[in-house]
Each structure stands twice: as structure tokens, then as C-alpha cells.
């Protein structure tokens, strides 16, 4: 995590902020754009900078400033990171209730057994496991989730919500795990950065159809400069991707 160039990403929410506040962030983004053929923020020096493409301009901080490690998508979860890497020294000194809520959140895990409702969980021995546990990154569907899954046999369901938290991380990596995410360019980064005992990704049956039915053009044009050519595991989902030109999101599936 690069907290100083983070800083200067910050600066982008007051709409007058001029090349030379930024100057090291900008010359950053302009290798990026160059190397992915990418345009999503406009920088001229003595100019006011301008974001051209909000969606492509956080994609950059999840590469390059974060490395994937955490996902954002907007200043505030900018400023939650900044905040949560200081976060028992801020909570100490300021109390801060916001802090304290961060403190908490990412130390957590979301798990549901079947039907019941989902629990918070801060200790990792509390947690009863019986069989395989299904990782689910929509939190939509994470409310309907036994409604949807139970019949393919899953009872265990742990809430994601994208590359997730470290505690959550540290769970699963001796646990046996299928992900259920999206179906798009980004669910194969997700899928890679977990370490886990054995892992898959959940083929839902007839996805092919809910390519041809709901197809989302617009998030694939978004995310295609950075679709594999090739996976050991996923290369079906690359090949869906491709033929149809677009992905599918979680949410659609019923």
C-alpha cells in the first residue's frame, strides 16, 4: 500500500486541485494509461485535473496503489484504508466512533449455517463448520443465500464481499471452499488471491443462458483490458466472457 500516493488520490475530491498538488499520482497514472491504452483522468500542468472515468480511475488504485489487496470504489473507503492502517493509535487518541466501527468490521467474519440468520464472528474457533464452505462476494445475495444454494447442497455460507478482510482470508486458508461470485473479469482476481485448502469456482447450471439473457456489455468493456488469456481453472468462464462480449453479475441469478 503506497499511503503517500493514497493521499494524493484524496486531494481528487476537491474538484480544484491542479497538477502540481499531484504531480507524483499523475505521472503514475499517465505510465498506467499509456501501458493498458487506457484515458480516465484529464492533467495538464498549471490545470485543474479532472477524473474522466470514475469506474476506470479506482480499478488503477485497486492495481496499483493497493495491489488487490483490499477493493475500493469510492474517496470515503480511501479514507477508511488511511484510517484503519493507524487505526488502534486513532482510536486510542480520538475515539472516534467511525474508527472504532472499522476496527471491528475488519476483524470479522460474516457466516451463516443454512437457513438461519447470519453472525458476526471475532473468534475463529466459534465458528462450526460442517462440510464445505460456500463464499459468497454479493451481499444481496448473501441475504437470500439458502434460498438459492441449499438445493445444490450447501449450508455453510461465509459472506465475501470482494477480496475481503484479513481475518477472513486467514479462515479459509485451511478450509475447503467453493466461491460463488460474479461472473466477469474481476471474480478471477478474486478467486487467485485466496489461499485456501482446496478451493473451486461455482459453475451455476445453465450460466450460459443468463450470458445470453443478462448480459452487462458496459462492466465488460470496463474490465476487458484486463481478462486473461489463459487459467488452469477459470479458463471456461474466459471463453464465456469472450464469446459473448460481456459478463454476468451475481445478483441476476435466481
Not at 464472528?121 to 434460498?147: H, M, P, T
Not at 485466496?194 to 447450471?205: D, L, Q, V
Request: proline share 2%; aromatic share 14%.
Amino acid at each position: 500500500m503506497d499511503k503517500t500516493l493514497l493521499k494524493q488520490v484524496l486531494k481528487l475530491k476537491d474538484e480544484k486541485t491542479t497538477y502540481s498538488k499531484i504531480e507524483k499520482l499523475i505521472k503514475k497514472i499517465q505510465e498506467y494509461q499509456q501501458e493498458n491504452e487506457l484515458n480516465f483522468i484529464y492533467a495538464k500542468y498549471r490545470e485543474k485535473v479532472k477524473i474522466l472515468d470514475e469506474k476506470l480511475f479506482f480499478e488503477f488504485v485497486n492495481d496499483e496503489l493497493l495491489k488487490n489487496n483490499i477493493l475500493v470504489d469510492s474517496f470515503e473507503e480511501i479514507e477508511n484504508i488511511l484510517n484503519t492502517s493507524t487505526r488502534e493509535e486513532n482510536i486510542k487518541l480520538s475515539g472516534d466512533s467511525k474508527n472504532s466501527i472499522i476496527k471491528v468490521f475488519d476483524k470479522i467474519i460474516v457466516f451463516q449455517y443454512k437457513d438461519s440468520n447470519p453472525i458476526l464472528y471475532k473468534n475463529i474457533s466459534d465458528i462450526k463448520i460442517d462440510g464445505v464452505i460456500l463464499a459468497v462476494e454479493n451481499g444481496e445475495i448473501f441475504l437470500k443465500i439458502d434460498s438459492i444454494m441449499s438445493k445444490f447442497g450447501y449450508k455453510n455460507y461465509l459472506y465475501l464481499g470482494g477480496f475481503s478482510n484479513t481475518l477472513t482470508r486467514e479462515f479459509l486458508k485451511d478450509k475447503e471452499v467453493v466461491f460463488f461470485l460474479d461472473y466477469d473479469i474481476e471474480a478471477i482476481r478474486i478467486y487467485d488471491s485466496f489461499k485456501c485448502k482446496k478451493k473451486s469456482f461455482f459453475k451455476y447450471p445453465n450460466i450460459e443462458k443468463y450470458f445470453k439473457d443478462n448480459p452487462n456489455i458496459e462492466l465488460y468493456k470496463k474490465q476487458r483490458y484486463k481478462l486473461p488469456e489463459f487459467h488452469n481453472e477459470l479458463q471456461w468462464l474466459i471463453e464465456l466472457i469472450k464469446d459473448n462480449d460481456a459478463v454476468v453479475e451475481q445478483e441476476v441469478i435466481k
